[in-house]
């Protein structure tokens, strides 16, 4: 009887380690061609001075070497609550972290909208990954010059 859970044991670590890799191609990074503070003020005054955008959160992590930014893309909430109250953990928002790379240069990086849709299968948040990528990417392109 020991075969079975041994064997079971061996398939979850399987689904766990491809969930892993699967999460990871969830993460956005860019080369940004600024400094970092440059980085985030610029990012922080646009969504400051756009009625669709919310600006939540400005901290430092990780004793100082990242820079965090909390902001929302408001047309997203209707979507996200259609999904259910219990979803709005997740709210509008995009989490995004600016640091230092080895060679002196700065990254950005962000979670893809699109793992609102691996968390739930809500029809509602297919639309809300539709609206938002392309908000976030002219978000990006237009304060960042990233494509």
Do not use: Q
């Not at 990074?29 to 959160?57: G, K, P």
């Not at 979507?79 to 240069?105: K, Q, R, S, W």
Request: hydrophobic share 50%; aromatic share 8%.
């Amino acid at each position: 009887m020991k075969y079975p859970m041994t064997l079971t044991g061996l398939a979850a670590t399987f689904i766990l380690a491809g969930g892993a890799t699967m999460a990871d191609e969830m993460f956005l990074t860019h080369n940004v061609s600024m400094e970092r503070a440059e980085a985030v003020a610029a990012v922080r005054a646009h969504v400051e001075t756009e009625e669709d955008w919310l600006f939540l959160a400005e901290f430092k992590l990780a004793g100082g070497a990242v820079t965090a930014l909390k902001v929302c893309y408001l047309p997203l909430g209707p979507d996200i609550v259609e999904a259910g109250l219990h979803v709005m953990a997740m709210m509008p928002c995009g989490n995004m972290a600016f640091y230092d790379t080895d060679d002196g240069g700065t990254e950005m990086s962000m979670l893809d909208l699109a793992f609102m849709t691996e968390l739930s299968d809500a029809p509602s948040l297919e639309t809300a990954v539709e609206t938002g990528k392309p908000a976030f990417a002219a978000l990006l392109s237009e304060t960042l010059g990233v494509n």
